[in-house]
């Protein structure tokens, strides 16, 4: 019967396990009750708030519907990086900040002209 038992138990093992302080998981729940941080930081405060219960990557997934490379990098950044940065969003590549070229294309707005597409040439001079 004891041998049965000990078949039963399964360990798991997690990598970058995560540990809050109390400060930080009393700072978390405030985050979220609060309600006025973006939807992606959010999630990133709930994903070490279960990861703390001891929650694996794929409980976490079925919680929060979140991509597992999400609850991964949440994970490292915390370990590896702190809590700010593991909440925080990270700078991406791209486009300079602070110019939505975009948006001119499509209105003409900003001082750019349309585009004619036929002729691929600007209109207006």
Partial sequence: ????????????????QVKLKPKERKLIKQLISKGIEKARK????????????????????????????TIRQVRTRYVKEGLETAIN???RPGA????NYSHSLFTGSRGAEPLDIASNS????
């Fill in 89 to 91: 969003e990270q700078s």
């Fill in 42 to 69: 959010i999630t990133r405060c709930r994903i070490l708030l279960l990861a703390d219960e001891g929650k694996t990557d794929t409980q976490i997934i079925e919680a929060l519907k979140t991509a597992r490379n």
């Fill in 122 to 125: 600007r209109q207006g001079g």
């Fill in 96 to 99: 300079p900040k602070g110019k």
């Fill in 1 to 16: 019967m004891i041998y049965y038992l000990l078949k039963e138990v399964v360990f798991v093992r997690v990598k970058n």
